[in-house]
């Protein structure tokens, strides 16, 4: 069983950046699609961006295409978020997810990811 560990979040100021990086243990990357999500306080969780299994397709939220890109190093085993251009609705704890069953595709619902993160907080200040 895959177990995911995110890293990376903090503070950062309107127009920052910032790069998290999720990292898998116990298992790796090639055999599971990646998505990250995040949660606001009060707002249900949602899908921000992901790397199908076999790492050719990538999907993202219109909320955050064009500033955010999601990568993989297999080497690593990691998968990261670059985060540009940062606005204060990016304020959320972000969530790396793993999914075991879809080769060429990324979903978005959080209901069909397997494994889970514990979260990372990224805070963007005016």
């Known amino acids: 069983q895959v177990q995911l560990v995110e890293s990376g979040g903090g503070l950062v100021q309107i127009g920052g950046s910032l790069r998290l990086s999720c990292a898998a243990s116990?298992?790796?990357?090639?055999?599971?699609?990646t998505g990250w999500f995040r949660q606001a306080p009060g707002k249900e969780r949602e899908f921000v961006a992901g790397?199908?299994?076999?790492?050719?397709?990538?999907k993202y939220a219109n909320s955050v295409k064009g500033r955010f890109t999601v990568s993989r190093d297999g080497a690593k085993n990691t998968v990261y978020l670059q985060m540009n251009n940062v606005k204060p609705e990016d304020t959320a704890v972000y969530y790396c997810?793993?999914?075991?069953?879809?080769?060429?595709?990324?979903?978005?619902?959080?209901?069909?990811?397997?494994?889970w993160g514990q979260g990372t907080q990224v805070t963007v200040s005016s």
């Open positions: 116990g298992g790796t990357f090639m055999r599971y699609s």
């Open positions: 790397i199908s299994r076999n790492g050719a397709s990538t």
């Open positions: 997810a793993a999914d075991s069953d879809t080769l060429f595709t990324v979903l978005v619902a959080p209901t069909e990811y397997d494994y």
